[in-house]
């Protein structure tokens, strides 16, 4: 979408620049963009500007400037002391006490940078607290007090507190709450998924506060903020929220608005939001903190995102398949999306959106190796040397082989199947079709999140609708293998692959080729999604660790 804006009386007329090109003169700022949506007018202005000067709303190819006040003059020179960066630190990270100290002294050895920092949960106390909201349906409510991940949590908590030298008043009302809440859930024998993301909740308000308790003691002053207090507005689909574009402007002005005022650090939770109808906190999905610092990069428009993890950035293949895994140094977003998508851990899935669209770098790098380079994110890379970038294995994928019961030649089959999935409100994950047959993947993750197929008879009633227009065959627990490589490559890595399927016994039930338009004509990356059965699962592991061979770096 392309808009121009008249800015002090200085008329951009609709040339299709990027957003960041805003030019400030002694009569005003000339600005035009080419826009992605409409928080990067909000961002640009808001950074530019001290007051809220202008209102801009961009719907489709409309934008309105709703409201013109009188403009303060900005610090074009600027201070100087702009935030810089988002510096995300997740369980692992922030696990005890002294991993705290690691992180707080880390973030003070770059002297340049203005960080918004966002932590997760320490440790595996989201884990923690999702057993224990089980473990309260059941146990009775005179025994909550006794569950041993209460215990776990309080104690960490407070001796976290204690080794920081911090008071255990930050986060006494918390532990309070917590143990109140599970009484709750004691007494009403029923842990719903509102209710699980009220209670995984507590650890990243807890780890935050503690955190920027500590960085305001050791002199270096922090302001905590909960997500779902500063603008993170989600849809209410709770334990798997999406973020609403109404995030950008809100989360911009009120971190913005706070830091000019008194240059605090922003100390924010990751993972939570609030919910836009129910008004109650909702979470991102495991792994969500890394979307809460993508999210805050983009609305503040911050120059890089920084995603700190217990590994030296994202790696060839899974470290825990095969440990001689070796960081791949650069990535673009869509690479990485899919990554993420097919089942690489290390980054959520959905997190390279906010990045992509804001076009800001994001790195990936090692806490407690800092010195290692880790990985950079970007829009675009040089792919001449690239040949297979990366492997990832996912491990119980449902596939559905399905096949028309009406003759070659006949058409408006894909429709009907693909109309049956939308009417259904699942999304499907990887296809393979010919003229009679199509063979599609469903991840049951999504599946069991829709309120459709919330009974326990879901696939039952995909596979009876599917059933009145074809022969339908359901195949659980199955695994794909996903490669991402150089398209320019692809029969050279279909080749090797192959050798290395066949030699570790693996049989190839499906197979499908996407492919990136990252630049116009120009394809940059493909992603080969390999279906084997999961009793290949063992040989499957096999294969990708001996796939190993195959990545750019070696
Ligand atoms: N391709 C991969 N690259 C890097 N790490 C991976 C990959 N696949 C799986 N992992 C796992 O992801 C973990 C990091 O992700 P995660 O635990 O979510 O980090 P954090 O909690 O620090 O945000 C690593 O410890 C590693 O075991
Ligand atoms: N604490 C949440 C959110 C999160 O992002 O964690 P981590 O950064 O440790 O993956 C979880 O465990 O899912």
Known sequence: MTASLQLYGVQAPGLALSSKRLEFGTKGINFSATLTSSCAIFRTVERSCRNTALRV?????????????????????????????????????????????????????????????VLSAMGKTTNKLLTAGEKA??????????????????????????????????????????????KGISMMKELTSRTRDYLVSFGECMSTRLFSAY????????????????????????????????????????????????????????????GWRSCAITTLGRGGSDLTATTIGKALGLREIQVWKDVDGVLTCDPNIYPGAQSVPYLTFDEAAELAYFGAQVLHPLSMRPARDGDIPVRVKNSYNPNAPGTVITRSRDMSKAVLTSIVLKRNVTMLDIA???????????????????????????????????????????????????????????????????????????????????????????????????????????????????????????????????????????????????????
């Open 57 to 117: 709303s961009c719907e489709a190819a409309r934008v309105d400037l709703l409201e013109r006040k009188e403009t303060e003059t900005c610090n074009l020179s600027g201070t100087g002391k702009e935030l810089t960066c988002v510096m995300k630190f997740g369980g692992s990270s922030v696990a005890s006490a002294e991993r705290m100290k690691e992180i707080a002294n880390l973030i003070l050895s770059f002297p340049d940078e203005r960080p918004v920092v």
């Open 215 to 274: 960085l305001n003691k050791i002199g270096h002053k922090a302001r905590q903020y909960d997500a779902f207090e500063i603008g993170f507005i989600t849809t209410d689909d709770f334990t798997n929220a999406d973020i609403l574009e109404a995030t950008y402007p809100a989360v911009s002005k009120t971190l913005l608005g706070d830091w000019s005022k008194e240059n605090a650090v922003p100390v924010v939770t990751g993972f939570l939001g609030k």
């Open 404 to 554: 028309s019961t009406r003759m070659l030649g006949q058409y408006g089959f894909l429709a009907k199947v693909f109309t049956t999935f939308e009417d259904l409100g699942i999304s499907v994950d990887v296809v393979a079709t010919s003229e009679v047959s199509i063979s599609l993947t469903l991840d049951p993750a999504k599946l069991w999140g829709r309120e459709i197929v919330q009974r326990a008879n879901e696939l039952d009633h995909v596979v009876e609708e599917l059933e009145k227009i074809a022969v339908v065959k359901l195949l659980q627990r199955r695994s794909i293998i996903s490669l991402i490589g150089n398209v320019q490559k692809s029969s050279l890595i279909l080749e090797k692959v192959f050798q290395v399927l066949r030699s570790n016994g693996v049989n190839v039930q499906m197979i499908s080729q996407g492919a990136s338009k990252v630049e116009i004509c120009c394809y940059l990356y493909i992603c080969l999604y390999i279906m084997i059965n999961y009793g290949f699962l063992m040989n499957g592991e096999a294969c990708v660790s001996s796939g190993k061979h195959l990545t750019d770096s070696e």
């Open 137 to 182: 349906v059941t146990c009775g409510v005179t025994n909550v007090e006794s569950l041993e991940e209460l215990s776990f949590i309080k104690e960490l908590h407070l001796r976290t507190a204690h080794e920081l030298g911090v008071e255990t008043t930050v986060i006494a009302k918390h532990l309070e709450g917590l143990h109140q809440l599970l």
